[in-house]
């Protein structure tokens, strides 16, 4: 018998990944993990859950909530985060914005997106977290596709992206300042279509969202805003209903939905191959402002 | 599916851009809204055709300028292999960038344009691949269209680059005419070049054989975490985290634990899903043991009969990547080397290599950004190391400045000794 030791293309990104979450849990004093309810947050929490089994999660997990959510997406977070017995840390842009730190924008096109970095920097600052774990990956957009697995921040939370450590074989570089702190990506490897085949393959629940579904929506800037209390519409705005389903989850006000049938994740799937826009591009109106929004957002110490 | 990552080389303006845009247009993995940028963003600068080169410009500071100045990740598939691009900056100050995309590749895709033939950016690649011991070499030599898809060009650098190469150590070389601008070679064999038998660059790519580069000879587990539950259900569990780096561990193999010596069973490896038979690299795992002995994060299980080097001093080639200071002898630096840290002096720089010519220069004294040279070093604590050419994981090390924090330095382990 001969045996051949080959690992499969999603079983070496998560072999990757789950080495980067027991490197920081290591090297690290005060880490934590970022979660958004999106699709790629809940795969994070799937790899940490199995680099550490049988044991918890040695990390709470943060939420930096806009309070602009998709009420399912709340319902799935406190529900797996329970059942992972993991403790939950919210960070409000609703306080902060009731405590003058920030300034909510006005007018149709208001979003809490911008406000998040304060609340994110100051939660960091309060709870002392040295290092953040987060889901961002490198197919996602050109700034990202340079950024390191281990991506140091200053103590104002900014990203260098012109002084940024070599980072050789699986050895990862941690060693920061009081006050500076290290944002950690474990599937900077990962294309959206892994992220897909992988929540497939290990039968992970995602929020309904993700999936064809009824909803009131109105088109702005060719992408279809859900009808909500968070955003006001402008003239000519109509509201429709459509099937749809989204392809990211954030602010309810800026994270748009695709025209979609696909209602199992076999034909999310499908969808998600034969798709010819970026889901960046499709569906995050933050993204849109310039071909460079993402770098300078990131600078700033945007997630 | 396997996966094959490498790592892309070329000089400035051989069309390593083009290539890769090209690789990822002809392969469908260009979205509209991204072809539709650069489509406005050729238009703003001027260009007659839409320019490939801007799918791969990531930051601002580089469509400024125009360079490609940090190592960007790309990802493609095909239905054959999944692929992933360490796209690395061919500009002379940036070796760092390249010995840092290298660094886990299978693969190095070098770049020549077939007018120029070889140049000095060509050889420093070449020698690059073959220090960072990437299995497989592949020279594209580009702009087949420019010399009329003439045989005889092809087969000049193909020769300049053999005689050059024989004085590196490298494994699989293949060479493949190629025009990025117009797709020959590319994925399709091109009906310019007839003369031409090999593969394209895609199917090369898709058919060149990686599963057996991996070291499953000598088992190495450098522990990372320990896994204690405090809970009920598990009150006596105790097992020990990390990536398999070397060989191939199960059930009963008898280990040894460095570096206390003491030796064990393997109870378990465990995983999420349950324990497995058996586990090799790189398999993220948890192994437990029969034996109640004292093991943390920086120990070494292995087996008895084939241990790693272990010894607080060690030869290496040492690439500097800091432009703030420089590496002399007794400076002092911390090394990260598995999922060790101790600190580390060097004792001795034996000598400065120049990677044109290869000449070692024995009267150099120091390591200044983007220099390689041999040194001597040693450390604060025994390190459990193989040499590099035998055990990529095991045989590299970097080195962290301990008062600005930043990784100055790439190390690959040459052997034992001082
Ligand atoms: N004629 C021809 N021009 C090419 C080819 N590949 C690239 N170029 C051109 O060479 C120039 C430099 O290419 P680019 O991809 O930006 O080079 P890089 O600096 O290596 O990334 C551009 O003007 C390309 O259009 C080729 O195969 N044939």
Redesign the pocket.
């Known amino acids: 018998m001969t045996t051949t030791y080959e690992l499969t293309d999603l079983d070496q990104l998560e072999a990757e990944s789950i080495h980067i979450f027991r490197e920081v849990a290591a090297e690290f004093e005060r880490p934590c993990l970022l979660f958004s309810g999106g699709k790629d947050s809940i795969v994070m929490l799937r790899l940490a859950e199995k680099a550490f089994s049988p044991a918890r999660l040695p990390f709470p997990v943060m939420h930096v909530d806009t309070g602009h959510n998709f009420p399912e997406v709340l319902d799935f977070r406190d529900r797996r985060l329970a059942e992972l017995g993991a403790r939950l840390v919210v960070a409000s842009v609703q306080q902060s914005i009731d405590e003058g730190r920030v300034t909510e924008e006005t007018g149709p096109r208001a979003s809490r997106n911008r406000l998040q970095t304060t609340t994110l920097l100051d939660a960091i600052g309060e709870h002392r977290f040295d290092a953040l774990f987060g889901g961002a990956r490198r197919d996602e957009e050109k700034a990202r596709a340079k950024e390191r697995v281990y991506s140091f921040r200053d103590e104002f939370g900014q990203w260098d992206p012109k002084n940024q450590r070599p980072e050789l074989w699986n050895l990862y570089n941690g060693c920061i300042r009081q006050g500076e702190h290290i944002r950690v990506f474990p599937i900077s490897n990962w294309t959206e279509l892994d992220i897909w085949e992988y929540i497939r393959r290990e039968g992970i629940e995602i929020p309904s969202i993700y999936f064809a579904h009824q909803r009131p929506v109105f088109e702005r800037d060719g992408m279809w805003l859900a009808d909500s209390e968070y955003v006001t519409r402008m003239e000519g705005e109509e509201v429709v209903n459509r099937t749809v389903r989204y392809r990211t989850v954030g602010d309810m006000s800026c994270t748009g939905a695709v025209d979609s049938n696909a209602a199992t994740i076999e034909q999310v799937i499908e969808e998600v191959g034969a798709t010819r826009i970026t889901e960046r591009g499709a569906t995050r109106a933050d993204d849109r402002v310039s071909e460079a929004a993402m770098e300078d957002r990131k600078r700033e110490g945007y997630f | 599916m396997e996966l094959l990552r490498f790592a892309t080389a070329?000089?400035?303006?051989?069309?390593?851009?083009?290539?890769i845009?090209r690789l990822l247009y002809d392969t469908k993995q260009i979205f509209q809204d991204q072809l539709e940028a650069i489509e406005r963003t050729s238009e703003q600068m001027g260009n007659e055709y839409t320019?490939l080169?801007l799918l791969t410009d990531g930051l601002r500071a580089e469509r400024e300028q125009g360079?490609?100045i940090d190592v960007a990740h790309r990802y493609f598939a095909t239905p054959k292999r999944k692929f992933i691009i360490a796209d690395t900056p061919?500009h002379i100050q940036y070796t760092r960038n390249m010995v840092t995309g290298a660094s886990t590749a299978d693969l190095a895709l070098v770049?020549v344009d077939a007018r120029n033939g070889i140049v000095e950016q060509s050889r420093r690649h070449a020698f690059l691949a073959s220090l960072l011991r990437i299995p497989h070499l592949v020279v594209c030599v580009?702009?087949?269209?420019?010399v009329d898809y003439d045989e005889a060009a092809f087969e000049a650098v193909k020769a300049e680059f053999r005689e050059f190469a024989m004085k590196l150590d490298i494994a699989d070389l293949t060479f493949i005419p190629?025009?990025?601008?117009?797709g020959d070679n590319i994925v399709e064999r091109s009906p310019n070049m007839s003369w031409y038998e090999g593969s394209s660059l895609l199917h090369h790519l898709e058919e060149v054989h990686i599963a057996s580069d991996r070291n499953h000879v000598d088992a190495r587990f450098p522990v990372q975490y320990v896994i204690r539950p405090q809970s009920d259900a598990h009150h006596d569990y105790r097992g020990y985290a990390g990536t398999i780096v070397g060989g191939v561990f199960k059930p009963g193999d008898e280990v040894m634990v460095l570096p206390s010596g003491f030796t064990s069973t393997v109870a378990s490896v465990d995983t999420f899903e349950g324990p497995v038979d058996e586990a090799f690299s790189p398999m993220a795992v948890t192994i437990r043991l029969d034996d109640d002995i004292d093991v943390s994060r920086g120990d070494m299980i292995c087996r008895p009969g084939n241990q790693p080097n272990a010894g607080q001093d060690l030869q290496a080639m040492v690439c500097w990547m800091s432009e703030a200071s420089r590496l002399a002898p007794r400076t002092k630096l911390a090394i990260k080397h598995t999922t060790r840290t101790a600190r580390a002096m060097a004792t001795d720089l034996q000598y400065r290599l120049d990677i044109n010519s290869l000449h070692r220069d024995e009267s150099a004294e120091v390591l200044a950004l983007n220099e390689i040279g041999r040194v001597t070093l040693r450390c604060t604590q025994p390190l459990f190391f193989d040499e590099y050419r035998r055990n990529r994981a095991t045989g590299s090390f970097v080195l962290v400045d301990e008062t600005t924090n930043a990784t100055v330095a790439a190390g690959m382990i040459i052997g034992a000794g001082s």
């Open positions: 070329g000089s400035v303006d051989d069309g390593k851009s083009t290539l845009g320019n080169a360079i490609t061919g770049l580009n702009k087949m269209d420019l190629v025009s990025a601008l117009h």
